[in-house]
């Protein structure tokens, strides 16, 4: 007999409601994501990721000089220990993955105390150190050195920066900023969860995007882009696409980058980001590439129509994500740890929320075990 009271269990919590937010809201049926009430698509293509995070964190969009104080302020946390970089880059030697990494720096990253006390200011110091961590880890892969990042850039073309060396592309910068726009936060997600729960507790939020980093480590949530894009250049060819698509429905197995649990329309994030894709072509990246694509998903959406009648089965946000960063010249196991960095500025968002709120984060388990005797 069980010793817990009948419970009221939701395996998942799926349908549990965690919390409330006005950061952002999903709405699957009809296609929607507000973002700090804005629709996606109506700023994502367009507002600095500064911006973005100023919107997110203050609540209102900045005026013109609000937004470049704001982005020097962001821009002054950039630097990171000389140690930590060390750190970063014999694990990268040692052949750990980025994910893990970025988890490893963000943990060692340190709060003074006016950061411990705001936490814009904190937000600002975590979010500024995972760009220099992860191009720290990833020069060092290639067995280089870090590049010391620059205050005269914006946090996209820093990045690009960082990696390189190079004066940044616009234009990429500009795709990744669309990219972290888009991805910027997502509802009561594992890891947005995850950083609500740390931050209930009364803790950082250094503890709060670390803990957050490990959720999103998992495949079930930080995605697989990767493999969509392995089908893409698998397929190879536009003729290729449909004998291709129709021997894999016709097996029974799935099209990468295409269904979704909430969304049983078009993706808006797809939407976005296919946009970004088409301009990054359009300005000289892989047009045979992108053109292959379009075929590939128009013939994808055809067959999965044919197959799976029923479905609703449409493009997914990782579709064409994979081929955006591809674009911008990452490679896959780049493409989660940087998903975290555009996430990490709607962790922090929803810890400042989440430390408004007050409440500790403290649901109950239903104890499915047997009383035994010790003694016996
Ligand atoms: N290709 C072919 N069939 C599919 C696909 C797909 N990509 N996705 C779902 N289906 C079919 C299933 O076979 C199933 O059909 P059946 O009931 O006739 O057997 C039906 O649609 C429902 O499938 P579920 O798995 O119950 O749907 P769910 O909503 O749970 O799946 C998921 C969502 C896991 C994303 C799924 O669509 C999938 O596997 N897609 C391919 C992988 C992918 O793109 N993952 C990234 C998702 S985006 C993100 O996570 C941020």
Redesign the pocket.
């Known amino acids: 007999m069980s010793l817990s009271p009948a419970p009221t269990f939701s395996p998942g919590l799926e349908g549990v409601i965690a919390c409330e937010t006005q950061l952002s809201f999903v709405d699957g049926r009809q296609g929607i994501l507000l973002l700090r009430g804005y629709p996606l698509e109506s700023f994502a293509r367009a507002a600095r990721f500064e911006e973005a995070a100023y919107l997110f964190w203050y609540g209102r969009r900045p005026d013109p000089t609000q937004a470049a104080e704001f982005a020097q302020r962001w821009a002054d946390h950039r630097v990171v220990d000389a140690d930590l970089l060390n750190q970063i880059a014999a694990a990268a030697r040692r052949g750990m993955p980025a994910m893990d990494a970025l988890r490893m720096g963000a943990a060692a990253v340190h709060l003074d105390a006016a950061q411990s006390q705001d936490m814009i200011l904190g937000a600002q110091r975590i979010t500024a150190a995972l760009p220099t961590i992860l191009a720290a880890y990833l020069r060092a892969r290639d067995g280089l050195a870090p590049v010391e990042p620059r205050r005269d850039l914006g946090h996209a073309a820093n990045f690009l920066w960082m990696l390189s060396g190079e004066e940044p592309d616009p234009a990429k910068a500009r795709a990744l900023e669309t990219y972290w726009n888009t991805v910027i936060d997502h509802g009561l997600n594992a890891s947005t969860f995850t950083a609500r729960v740390i931050i209930s507790t009364g803790s950082d939020l250094v503890s709060a995007v670390t803990g957050a980093i490990g959720a999103l480590k998992g495949p079930?949530?930080g995605?697989?882009?990767g493999?969509?894009l392995d089908m893409v250049f698998e397929i190879g060819s536009a003729e290729n696409a449909e004998p291709f698509l129709r021997a894999?429905?016709a097996a029974?197995?799935?099209?990468?980058?295409?269904?979704?649990?909430v969304y049983k329309v078009r993706?808006p994030r797809a939407e976005v980001l296919g946009q970004a894709a088409r301009e990054l072509a359009d300005a000289g990246s892989d047009q045979a590439l992108y053109d292959l694509a379009i075929t590939v998903e128009e013939t994808a959406l055809r067959l999965?129509a044919e197959?799976?009648p029923d479905?609703k089965?449409y493009t997914?946000?990782?579709?064409y994500t994979a081929l955006l960063l591809h674009a911008v010249g990452f490679k896959p196991d780049a493409f989660a740890p940087l998903f975290a960095l555009g996430r990490a500025v709607g962790w922090c968002a929803h810890g400042m929320e989440q430390a408004a709120e007050g409440r500790l984060i403290r649901p109950k388990a239903h104890f499915t075990g047997t009383r035994r005797d010790w003694e016996t």
Do not use: Q, S, T, Y
């Open positions: 079930l949530h995605g697989a882009p493999p969509a894999k429905l029974g197995e799935r099209i990468m980058g295409f269904g979704h649990r993706d999965l197959f799976k479905r089965l997914n946000v990782e579709f």
